[in-house]
């Protein structure tokens, strides 16, 4: 079985700034994506941002400039360097990792996310 552990979320003035990791483990042939996604209160769970395993990246039009992400295919973490942050940023922060497991088997998980709150 593929696990994602998740760390880094918590209260944040505006302005600052917060690092989000993930990490998976298990029986992983390969991870094809891993992403950020968040869900505030009373809406829907939306896309922060995504990256494949050769790099290449996509952000939600709100967060460009002030949220990187970042992978270590060796070590199978992602993470989200989230500067600037906003109070519209307050969410709930699910990890998400795309891949092949042992046998072939394709997998789709989420982490169990972790509470960002941005507040004065």
């Known amino acids: 079985q593929v696990q994602l552990v998740e760390s880094g979320g918590g209260l944040v003035h505006p302005g600052g700034s917060l690092r989000l990791s993930c990490a998976a483990s298990?029986?992983?042939?390969?991870?094809?994506?891993m992403g950020w996604h968040r869900q505030a209160p009373g809406k829907e769970r939306e896309l922060v941002a995504r990256i494949t395993a050769g790099g290449s990246t996509t952000y939600k039009n709100s967060v460009k400039g002030r949220f990187t992400i970042s992978r270590d295919n060796a070590k199978n973490t992602v993470s989200l360097q989230m500067n600037s942050l906003k109070p519209e940023d307050t969410a709930v922060y699910y990890c998400?990792?795309?891949?092949?497991?042992?046998?072939?088997?394709?997998?789709?998980?989420w982490g169990q996310g972790t509470l960002v709150t941005v507040s004065s």
């Open positions: 298990g029986s992983i042939f390969s991870i094809n994506a």
């Open positions: 998400n990792a795309v891949g092949i497991g042992s046998g072939d088997r394709y997998f789709d998980l």
